[in-house]
Every structure is written in structure tokens, then in C-alpha cells.
């Protein structure tokens, strides 16, 4: 899925220049479209039944078989506090590798790959966000629209068992 | 079903050496360290050979060898000794209480299991 | 001196060991050397001193060490004269012998450094170690067999005659294994002597009647031959002779006399007619010694990872195969059962490979509670057993520190002080016991003292100052005794610099959980604290049961499963406080319901409709676990879950159905404690409804 960082022009600034742009997979859950660095994505494939593990947060869909890896996948919807996902076969799942684990978000569609400028990229504004601010690491500007960037690392850091409290 | 062999010593470099070679031969390996607690695990358990050294506390393995042709479930058991090159009147010793053969230590591997496969052929 | 052909790791391994134990030898040896000068030694001390150097040589001399070996062989041969009552230990003597103690410390100092002394190093001590020896001189070199070297093919003729006496027999040695072994040397032909054999109601089941005439053709020394028979030339009539090859031209055989026994003797050879070389299939010797390989650990555990890959898609495609086909194929079957079965061994045999003894993480101990008792005056005994029990070697590399805390904590805050144990009726020497067992698919590490055991009241007084149970509080007795695993927790009234704030149990507790496994503890106070680790052996495969709860599927290991049944409604009793007891032949057995534990929907809840799954845990305790129905028995390959989620309470791991779903496997070991929890909180409002899967 991955595709290769465009060089910049000229050859002394290629390094300089290559780390300005950065690659994002979009995606949509609800209304709203984020994205998430292309770098942490392995695989995208389509929703399918999980097998629960017990005594989870909400958002915590269970594990799935990935070619014999055993895969956690989390409701992203249901991780911004939005409900949870009734799943459908055209749901989507990405995989990612995050902090030395493979882990599934489950969201509503892909939409687009965005290679963008290190510049371009906008700190959150102090406005209501759809989701809590911790979660987000910058805003994108793509055609008319925002799309929020999301820093994987701090959306599940303090994921653990039911009795801890989940920030809304 | 695998061999079962017994090392006696009080030396643990000495059966970590004896052991490794015995297991990687595919034995299994029992240790003890000294007559004393051979005695003890050989009461209860069957092996199909023992390797001794001859200077340890509590129960020295000449004495070891004389106590387990005497009686009990080993009198038939080959019984190696480990002794060191100057040690021939201690050799002598140690075949008279009954032993079957002798390894001179310090011992390369292969000597080890030569003799081991001299003694107690599968 | 040739050293021994182990791998250069296992070599830095055993020169590890090596070294450790010289540093308790010498210890031992100075405090020995000590009782002598002090006119207090005896016999045992002088045994022990010899001990000591003969070990030091022996390992030394496997090493390579030679001026060490060289130094220490004078030095013991002293030091036997002594024990022996050959010589007198006087002042000049013990003066010496102090003297070599201290060059011996050194020269054991260089090899730990590995540098090399140099050759006069400690002349002077050697010379007058020889000098008390009464001029015996320099150490005899060790006398070693050179390795014959091969010959050049001449095909030589021996005349064995070979006639053992009773007392080869009562040495174990066995006539058949030297026949054998003469066979690898040739072409062997035997013949035996039957004369002596008297009738059957004459034998004497220990004497010995038979003999035995071969002829050897080889390629192999004299020596070669005499070789086979080394161990018992003493024990038997033994003839080896050269004779020519052609009969016509044969040396004079040496007549067998049955009186006196006959070293092995070589006629004077005729000098062997040069016949053409023929491969004689001889192997001069050629003992069935294995060897070993050193692997790359990477590469095996590819290996251990692509077996478990090949159990998985056996049984889906077992799976497969009886789905899409008539029941009745039984040559299918049997094929795919015959399949299964190789696949299992195959698994077995990968497994074992990473297997090692505990014995390299046990072999600290001894030495960390003499260190530690030293510290804290107190009187500590260690005892191990089990050393040889095998596991992971992933498990090892892990254990080593959770039970080093254990076995410091023990001797720092289990065992009290001696005037304290000596108040208490107690003997000064304490006792720390560390053992380790096989149990089913686990293996159990005790490490158990015989001190004061842990103090409820106390644990339970701090564990409310420190605010980790709120005041008031009704705790049963097992419960107090796990609050020492909580994290900061500490009752050690003075902080120590010995184990620190005193506990680390918590990180044990983490450490062995990462392992998949458990710590358990069981304490008297006034007599001791006992602590369990129950750990998977992480074989990649479990015998599981795979029962049903719900729309979902457990996996139960097998070994612990004693029965199934289902109650009638009169055989289940509520308990007060909450949870329910199944009686079963006259035993009540506590009852655990997986869907209520694990929180699944539409899953049978009254046990009468559904079976009980009666398993036996690691201390021996039962456990009547509900679910809906069995499946069936399955061979489990564990995939972790831990590698991409935290530990989930009540599962120990998960593995992959032959249709490809995850099931999850539960760590039975953790059933009563998360049931206790359950049934006393307060029932939960029913959780928000799942979402289904729908269709699009």
C-alpha cells in the first residue's frame, strides 16, 4: 500500500525536501474523515466476525485470525465515544503496527491516499472537535474539506481492562 | 525409550559437562552430589547406567560402588568411574569395589560417549 | 593438552559455571585452611582442601588452564599425602600450604581474566610443595592415549580367545557388548564354548561358563583389540594374537591356561603377507558417538513457528475434509488421522528441541542465599530439587529474576533472625526449599521457607494506611495473603539494602503473568510462606477441549479435565455470599459460569440445562466450570495474545479453529479468583446489547 516518497528536485536538498512531504490513508467514520500515516498501515481488508474477548472496553471488538496472527480490532466510532458500529461486510478494517503491535481499527470506508507537506499540516484549533483533542496530532486541508489527523500512539495507550475509565 | 544415566559428582561444571554430552546424545540425565544422594535417587528410580567421581563429600563414589553391588536394585547396573590420570591406584580401587569401567577426566565429549556406548549400548 | 569439543557457547557457559564454583571452592578452601592454622581442623578438613583443588584441576584441565592444572596437581598430591596419613602437617607444611592456597587463588584469578600466568609464576610455593613431597619431582604428565594414527590398510588376522569369570559378570560387564564391539573393528568370527556348561539343575546363575575363540580380520593396531577388552582384563582369561592371513602359515597360539589369568599378549607377528587391500568394512573403532550442533535460536524457532503453522492447516483441511465428505470414507480418515498423528510427533520432537533443564537458573541460588544470609546474620539453608525438570528456554531466560527476588525476599523477610527461630522453638538454620515439577501442561517452581509466614494483620493495616483497600474492609485470609502483590506494597519494617523496599513481588507477579502464567502463595503464620509460579511450559500445543458457551467457543486444556456431567437441579446449592456449589459423589465442587464471567449472551445459565466440566487445578483444588455443550477434543496450537494486546484476566492465550475463527483459551488457573470477584460484586446491569452482524 505503500508508495514511494516523492524525491525532491534537487539532489543536495533531497533529504531536506523528502522529509516535507508525508503520505496518509483517509478514511471516513460518520461524518467525518481522518487520516492516519501511511507508514504505520500493513493491510486493509473487509469486516469480519471477531471472536470477543472478555471483560473488554466497548470499543474493543475482539480478535480476528490474520494469516495466523491474532489481531485486536477496535471500533474507532465507538473509541471517539460516538456508539459503536454495526458492522457490515462493507466495513472496512485497517491494520496497523503501532509501538511493536498489529492491531485493527474498524471504520466506515477508505477513501484516499493524501501526500501532503509537512507544512501543510495544521495544529488543531481550540474549537469543538469531534473527538477529544488528545487523540488528534493536526488538521489537513484537502479540497473544501478537514481531515483530522490522528495520533495512533495516543489512542490506544491506556487501553486496558473495563474497570478503567474511558475519556470521552 | 531413552537410556537413563545417573552422574554422580560434586564438581557442578563437571555435571553440567557430563550432562550436556549425555543429553545432547539423546540420555536422559540424573544428577546427585555425592554417594550419599545417589543413593537416595537410585532407591526410587531405575537407571540404566551411573558415572561416578570417586573424591566427594558425604559418600565417596568407592564407596558408592561397593554399597550398590551389595544389594539393591543396581547390583547389575554398569558403573562408570571418573578419576583423573595420576589417580591409577584409585582406578584399581575402584574396579575392585565393582565398577565396570573407568573415564579419564578431564574427558572429550566424544570420549565420554564412546565409553558410555561401550558399557550401555542401546 | 586437547581441550573437549563443545560449542564455544556451551563452553562460556560451563566456564561460567566453572568460575562460580571455584569462587565457592576457594571460599571454602580458606575457611578450611583457616580451621587447620587454627589447630581446630581435622581429617574433613583436609578431605575438603583436597576436594576443592581436585575439582579446580579436573574443571582446569577441561579448560585448557595448564599452569593452574600444573600447580594444582602438586598441590593435591600434598594434600593426599596428608589426608592419607602419609605425612605430617607441621608448621613448614602448613605454611606451604597456606602459601599455595594463595597462589592457587591467583592462578584461578588469571584464568577468570583470561590471562595466561607466567611460567615461573609461583615457582618458589611449587618448588617447595615438591620439595615436601620428598623430591618426587615435577608433575607427572598426564598420561594420555595418542590417537592412533591410521594405518596403512594392512589386513591383519587376531586370534581372540576370551573367557570371563564370575566377577566380570558382577561388574556389569556385559561378554555381548565386547563381541559387538569387536565386530565394529571386522569381519568376526566367533565361536563358543559350550564344554563347561553344566546341566540346568547345576547352574549357578552367577558364575560364568561359557568362552568364547574369534577371528578378527582388520585393519586396526594390537591395541585397537586390547582396547575393547580394557575394563576387564582383570576379570577374564584373555588371549589376543596376530596370525597370518593364509592358514598354512599360522604363530604358535599361546596355550590358554584357565588357571592364571593372561594379559593381553601378541605373538611375534609374522610378518602379514601383503595381500590386496580389501575393504574389510572395518571402522577402526568407530564408536556410535553422537555429536551435537550448535543452532541459531532465530532458526528455530522459525521451525517451531512453521510447525505450529503445519498443525493449524492439518486440521482445517482435516476440517474440510470431513465436512464435504461421506462419513463413511474411513480410508480418508484414517489417512488424515495418521497425518495428525505424525504432525503431533513432529511437533513433539521441535518442541524439545528449545527444552532445557532449570538447572541453569536454579544454580544461582545456592550461592545468592549465602551472599544474602551472610548480609543479614542470618542461619539459611537451600534446598533444590528438580533442576532437571526441562523447559523453554524462553521461559528460563525469564525466570531468573522473579526467582531471584523470591529466593531474597525469603531469606531477607521470610527467615527470622536466629535468636527469633531459637525463641520459637524453631532450629537456628533456616530452610529455604526450591523445587520445580512437571504438572500437566505446566510446570509448578516452589519456593517455600520455614520462617514466620506471612502476618495478616499487618498486611491488612498497611495495605489500609497505604489506601490499596479501603478501611473496613472484609478480606478473606487468601485475599490479605495477595496483597503482597500489590504494587508498592511493603511491610518491611526497616528498609534493607539488601532487597530494597523489601518486595518486588509485584514485578514478579507482572513478569511471571507475561509468561502466561501465575503465582500463587499459600502462608502459616509461625511457619512458613510458600510461593507457587505455575507457568505454561509455552509448548505451542495444548490438548484442548473445545466446549461451546453461548455463540462462542472456549478451548479447556484437556489434562485438567477429570469429567463432564450434567447436575440435576437437586445436586446445585447456592452458596451465602453468593455462587453456587455442585455436589458431586459426596464432594461439593464450586461452580463457574464462563458466560457470566466472560460476560456472553443467550448462553445456558442454569447448569441442569447445560454440563459441568469438572477440572482439577495445579494445588490440587476442583473446579465445576458450566458452559452449554462439549465440541469436541482438539489439538491446540497456542498463538499468543499478548503480542499485540494486553493480558486479558481468565485467558491464557488463543489459537485458530479449523474454521479459521480465534477461540479463546481460558486459564483455568485464574477461575476462582475472578469468580470470587464476580460473585461478590453486585450483579452488573446487563452489559449494552452487542452489535450483531448484519447481512448487507
Known sequence: ?168 | MKRKILTVDDSKTMRDMVSYTLKGAGFEVLEAEDGLKALGLLATTRVDLIITDINMPNMDGVTLVKRLRASGGHMSTPILILTTESGDDKKAGGKAAGATGWIVKPFAPEKLLSVVNKVCPA | MPTPTFGSDELAQFRKTFFEECTELLADLEERLGALAAFSGDIESLNAIFRAVHSVKAGAGAFGYSVLVGFAHRFEALLDRLRDGKADLDERTLAALVAAADVFSALIDLARQDETPADDFGADVAEELAALLDGDGPARPAARVASEAPEASAERIYRIVFRPNAELFRHANEPLYLIRELKTLGTLTVDCDLSRLPPFEALNVDDAYLSWTMTLQAECRPAAVAEVFEFVDDECELTIEEIAATPAVQAEAVAVTPAAPAPAARATPTPAPATAARTSGATAGKSAAMSSIRVDLARVDRLVNMVGELVIAQAMLAQQFVESHDREDSAGLQGFEHLAGLTRELQECVMAIRMQPLKSVFSRMPRLVRDVSHKTGKEVRLEMAGEQTEVDKTVIEELADPLTHMIRNAVDHGIEDTAARLAAGKPAEGVIRLSAQHAGSNILIHVEDDGAGLNRDRLLDKAIEKGIVPPGAKLSGEEIDELIFAPGFSTAAAVTDVSGRGVGMDVVRRNIMALGGRVQVVSTLGRGTRFTLVIPLTLAVLDGMVVAVGWEKYILPLTSIVESFRPDRGQIRSVPGGGEVASIRGEFVRLVHLARLFGVHEAVDDPSQGLVVLIELANGSKLGIVVDELIGQQQVVIKSLQDNHDPVPGISGATILGNGRVALIVDIEELTRLNDRSDRAARRADAPPRPLLVNA
Open chain 1, 1 to 168: 500500500m505503500a508508495e514511494p516518497q516523492d524525491p525532491s528536485s534537487t539532489g543536495t536538498d533531497a533529504g531536506a525536501a523528502a522529509a516535507q512531504t508525508r503520505q496518509f490513508i483517509s478514511f471516513r467514520v460518520g461524518d467525518d474523515e481522518f487520516a492516519i500515516d501511511i507508514m504505520a498501515v500493513r493491510e486493509i481488508k473487509g469486516w469480519t466476525e471477531t471472536t470477543i474477548l472478555p471483560n473488554q472496553q466497548e470499543y474493543m471488538l475482539g480478535v480476528l485470525n490474520l494469516r495466523g496472527t491474532i489481531v485486536p480490532i477496535f471500533d474507532l466510532r465507538c473509541r471517539f465515544g460516538l456508539g459503536l458500529t454495526t458492522a457490515t461486510r462493507s466495513h472496512v478494517v485497517i491494520i496497523v503496527a503501532i509501538g511493536g503491535r498489529i492491531l485493527g481499527l474498524l471504520v466506515d470506508a477508505v477513501s484516499d491516499i493524501l501526500t501532503v507537506n509537512a507544512a501543510d499540516i495544521r495544529p488543531v484549533p481550540d474549537v469543538d472537535q469531534p473527538v477529544d483533542s488528545a487523540f488528534l496530532a493536526g488538521i489537513i486541508a484537502v479540497g473544501d474539506s478537514m481531515v483530522v489527523l490522528l495520533s495512533l500512539e495516543n489512542l490506544f495507550s491506556h487501553h486496558g481492562p473495563a474497570d478503567t475509565a474511558v475519556a470521552a
